[in-house]
């Protein structure tokens, strides 16, 4: 199975998303609401409430505005509107965009979002076309250098753990979206202390793209990552090493 892409895990560890405090403060704050309308608001039965809120922790979000979120999520306060969309693409180079969007406009956010492809050098595409080459997987991400994949495994496999991916730096662990709790859970009892862990779209197989196409790709994705109604932003490229270098530098 492919893993989370180098320059994905580049982009984490240089904390982009923290020059973006308002806009990660208004993504965190939709997906509790989402989670909250969908399953409930009480974060023991509702797994993706609960990863919602932990990730609403970690950039710090007040705790009276998550339980704004949630009680605007089951209706006890009055919210507007808002829908869960998928948009499915083409990018530089063939490769495939799936973008999650959270909006209260239907129309203009997939024009907005079908602009940005054609601009970027990709293509709006019909729906399903690329869905079915992302697999919905909890991933976790841990330094090699501090631990060794038995250590990973070990701690995790009761837990759910399905597959260890290496990743450059980092070990990836990979378990299904169901087992994501108990798995970050066994990890953290381990006091085994993880890079990154979320629920996200994993590519089933990635291309390679050479540096052009690359930087390209990158423009795209940060535009579309940029957007206002845009939560999130999956695709299967990887970057050649030249690019990765500078990326990191």
């Known amino acids: 199975m492919a893993g989370h892409s180098k320059w994905h895990n580049i982009q984490h560890r240089k904390g982009r998303q923290d020059a973006k405090r308002g806009k990660i403060f208004t993504k965190v704050t939709k997906e509790i609401f989402l989670a909250a309308r969908t399953g409930g608001g009480d974060p023991n039965t509702n797994n993706r409430l609960r990863s919602a809120i932990e990730s ?14 949630i009680k605007k999520g089951t209706g006890e306060l009055a919210a507007d509107s808002l829908d869960e969309v998928f948009y499915e693409g083409y990018g530089p180079g063939g490769a495939a965009i799936l973008v999650e969007a959270v909006t209260d406009n239907k129309n203009r956010t997939v024009a907005e979002v079908r602009h940005m492809l054609s601009k970027g050098g990709g293509s709006m595409g019909e729906s399903g076309c690329v ?6 997987k909890g991933v976790l991400s841990f330094e090699k250098e501090v631990y060794s994949e038995e250590e990973i495994l070990e701690a995790g496999l009761e837990a759910g753990v399905e597959d260890i991916v290496d990743d450059g730096q980092v070990w990836q662990v990979m378990c299904a979206p169901e087992n994501f709790i108990p798995v970050k859970k066994a990890y953290d009892e381990a006091e085994i202390q993880y890079v990154e862990a979320q629920v996200t779209m994993v590519p089933k197989n990635t291309v390679d793209v050479d540096l052009d196409t690359g930087r390209r790709l990158l423009k795209l994705y940060e ?16 970057l050649p090493e030249e690019l990765l270098k500078e990326l990191e530098e």
């Open 56 to 69: 609403a922790k970690n950039v710090n979000l007040p705790k009276d505005k998550i339980e704004t979120a």
């Open 223 to 238: 535009a579309l990552d940029d957007h206002d109604d845009v939560q999130n932003v999956y695709s299967n490229f990887e």
């Open 131 to 136: 869905a079915w080459m992302f697999d919905n």
